[in-house]
Each structure stands twice: as C-alpha cells, then as structure tokens.
C-alpha cells in the first residue's frame, strides 16, 4: 500500500466505502427512478378473479412481489455493472489495493441493498396511499404493514442475486471458458433436472430462522471468498 | 408544403429534446448531495404514507385473524354435521332468515336449482301432515370469502314457485376490492392443505329446508337436492 499515512485496513474499507457512496450515488436513484416508474405504470402488482358459484370477484393486489422481481433485475444489473473495468479503474483513484477494493466493493453492495429494499417499502406505501387518497374504494389490508421478517428475506434475496452478479461478472474477466461452461452446466441442469428458480427460493426458505441464516451466511461466504481470491490472483499474473 | 407542415411538430420535439439532453450534460443534477437529499425525502415520504394508511381506518379494513376463521370454520363443521343427520330444529335461531309457506295443488313436485347455485344447498325432509303446505326455511351462518366477512353484501336465494315447480336461483354478485400485501407472496409455498385452504376461500352455511308433507312426490332435476 502506498501511502504517507498509516492507515489501517479497516479505516481505509471504510474510506472507501464512503467514497463510493458518494461516487457511485447514481446507482441509488437509478434503483429509486425504476421503482417509481414501475409503481406508477403498474397499478399494483397483479389480479386475481373468479368465481365462486354466484359469487365473482376481483381482486387487485398490491403488494411488494413486482417490486421484488425489479429489485433482483437491478441488484443483478448493478452487481454486474460494479465488477466492470472501467468502474474498477475508477476505484484505483483512491488509495487502494485488490483486496480493499473488493471487499469495499461487496460492503457498497450491502448499502445498495439494503436501500433497495426500504426504498420499495417506501413505493409500496406511498402507491397505496396515493390510491387512498384519490380513489373512492375501500381497500383491504391482508398482512401486518410492517414486517422484519418479509424484509429481512427481501433484503437477502436482492444481497445474494447482487453478489452473485458481481462474483459471475469477476469469473467472467478471468475466465470466460469457465464462465461459459458454469453457465451451460446451470442450464442443463435447470432443463433437465427440474431444477428452477423456486427452487432456489425453497433452499433458502426454510422454517427455522437459524438454518436460514446458516445457508445465507454460506453462499454470501462462498460468493464473496472466491470473488476476493479471484481479485487476488489476478493481482498477481498482471502483465 | 403540407408533408413539411405535418412533420414540423415531430421536428420541434426532437429540437427540443436535443436542447434538453445538451443542457442536461451541462447540468449535474444528481450530485451526491442532492441524491441523499432526494433519498431522505422519498423515505419520509414513505413514513408519511404509511401514516396516512394507518390513519385512514374508514378507507380501509383488515381481514379476519386465523384465529376468527378458525372459530367460523368449526362452526360450519357443526351447522354441517347437523346439516347432515337432518337436525334443522337444532340449527341457533341466530343464523334463521326467513321462513316461507307454498301450497301444493299436485302430487309431484318438481324442484330446479339454478346453474350459479353452488353455495346453496338444499335439503328436503318429510313429514306426516295432511295439508298441502310445504314450509320454506332458509338458514346462513355469516359468509366469509377470502378471509372478509361478506354477510351483509350476500342476498339470500330466490325462490319462485309456479305450477307446482320450484325455481330456486342464487343472485349473482359482483365483488370488486383492492387488497394491499405488505409481504412477499411469490415466496409463500403454495399450501395444498384443505384447512388453509378453506381458509382462504369461501367459510359459512347456506341452507334452504323444505318440509314436505309425505303425500307429495319431489321430483329433482338437478340431482343437487339432499
């Protein structure tokens, strides 16, 4: 590390962390702005009828699931995006090595999500209100308006899709021979062994919060060491 | 003349959305500062909403607690359960709705349930009076559908008698709402179960009893008829 200082390395992740707060501030309203268009052009997050003898109904819900899906597509977008050249010649502006910068890399990930998902809590109310406010139709409230536990599976759930991308796009640079056959192993395997993005939610979702726990730390564990190996070695064959 | 006329309006968007983009570039809008600034708001903005939900209590209602369905369940197994051994005498006074007479003038009775009955159901029981009076009674427990209690939106059955033939028709009805679901419910395992699914569904009794004096012959037409 060259510096004049002596900074130690935690202060200097923490540094960086804050400069890329502010350096990579777009990513945040890039997330927001897609959120709002999304819960203006949507009314709600889908319908349901039918009927039940003489009874029809119609039920529009609105709930946190659209604003789900969009917040996976982002954090993949945004994970990708973060482990991209150009964005890390960026972070080479600030006083740095491979292994801070990684590391400071996944930390802004933790901040973009968790902002992500309070920010589609925040669309999510004011949809609702809005539509209170404007509409004469008396909705009808199915869950509790503030759970730990929903946002908490949000917040992991956006987090491992993030570092996922970020780790995918990292293989990708060092090896795209690899990249490829990881991918063509995943979907042979989704098209041949039934296997398909539910259940990949049902690994995760399971009753004891322990276990969930468990199984989130060791895929973030697994995720994020091989995307910091990966950015070690390449520190290493620079030519 | 009149082609360049009819495109000078696209022709000025475009000028106008250039002109935009070039001062844009000039202009940094988003600077970190005012990023922070503009998340601060949308979050109290969101705080404020979720206020103003929890405010507005006459614009919005709550369902029922499993515990409510539960209760309403049972006591549907039991309305059933006497439903079935043909204890209408024992069915609560409370869940009485209306009781009519109709005067047989033949011996056969034909009896036809509309094609949207389905929540109806009804029940034919004998008795050993000599007049031509067949008693209509109905019962309903109060309805839940969905987890909501609809009772007082549901109109009981219709029943026309003519000719010695009943018509009996549910009246169709339309149930629009708007639900909010602050959770994620791609994520909840679809559960097969039938208690939750009842629960989920539709909860209550709706029963028509005819009491028909034993010289009477019912013919039914639906195959419907207990």
């Not at chain 1, 502006?93 to 801070?100: H, L, R």
């Not at chain 1, 009808?140 to 995918?168: D, H, M, N, Q, R």
């Not at chain 2, 539960?70 to 059933?80: P, S």
């Amino acid at each position: 590390m060259t510096s004049l200082n002596n900074v130690s390395l935690a202060q200097n992740i923490w540094q960086q962390l804050l400069w890329k707060c502010r350096t990579f501030s777009s990513t945040f309203t890039t997330v927001l702005i897609v959120q709002i268009i999304f819960s203006v052009l949507s009314s709600g997050s889908g319908s349901s009828g039918g009927s039940y003898g003489s009874l029809l109904y119609n039920e529009s819900i609105y709930s946190l699931d659209l604003l789900f899906i969009i917040s996976i597509f982002s954090a993949i977008m945004l994970g990708w995006l973060l482990a991209t050249q150009s964005i890390r010649n960026d972070n080479y502006s600030v006083v740095t090595t491979n292994f801070t910068e990684t590391v400071s890399t996944l930390l802004f990930l933790v901040v973009l999500s968790i902002f992500t998902v309070f920010s589609a809590l925040s669309s999510l109310y004011i949809t609702v209100f809005t539509r209170l406010l404007f509409f004469d139709q008396v909705m009808v409230i199915k869950s509790a308006l503030f759970e730990i536990s929903t946002l908490f599976i949000f917040l992991i759930f956006v987090l491992i899709a993030g570092s996922a991308s970020y780790f995918a796009k990292t293989l990708f640079d060092i090896s795209k021979i690899t990249f490829l056959l990881l991918t063509i192993v995943i979907i042979y395997s989704m098209q041949t062994g039934g296997i398909s993005e539910s259940t990949f939610f049902e690994f995760f979702l399971v009753q004891s919060m322990g276990e969930m726990l468990g199984k989130v730390l060791l895929v973030l564990t697994i995720f994020w060491g091989l995307t910091i190996a990966i950015r070690q070695r390449r520190e290493v064959i620079r030519r | 003349m009149n082609v360049l006329i009819a495109f000078l309006p696209i022709l000025l968007i475009i000028v106008f959305l250039l002109g935009i983009i070039k001062l844009a570039s000039r202009i940094r809008i988003w600077t970190p500062k005012r990023t922070s600034w503009v998340i601060l708001i949308y979050f109290m903005l969101g705080v404020i909403s979720l206020i103003g939900i929890l405010i507005m209590q006459d614009k919005t209602t709550k369902t029922l607690s499993k515990q409510q369905l539960k209760v309403a369940l049972e006591e549907e197994q039991k309305i059933d359960e006497l439903y079935g051994a043909d204890k209408f005498d024992q069915i609560p006074a409370d869940y009485f709705v209306f009781t009519n007479s109709y005067e047989g003038t033949a011996e056969d009775i034909e009896i036809t349930l509309g094609g949207n009955v389905y929540n109806t159901r009804v029940a034919v029981t004998w008795n050993d009076s000599e007049s031509n009076h067949i008693i209509a009674t109905y019962y309903e427990t109060p309805i839940i559908f969905k987890r909501m209690d609809i009772s007082k939106d549901i109109q009981p059955p219709t029943i026309e008698f003519k000719n010695n033939h009943f018509y009996i028709t549910e009246e169709e009805m339309q149930f629009d709402f708007t639900s909010i679901q602050v959770n994620l419910e791609m994520l909840k395992p679809i559960d097969y179960d039938q208690m939750s699914y009842s629960l989920d569904h539709f909860i209550g009794n709706r029963i028509l009893h005819l009491n028909v004096p034993k010289h009477f012959n019912i013919i039914d037409n639906s195959g419907w008829v207990d």
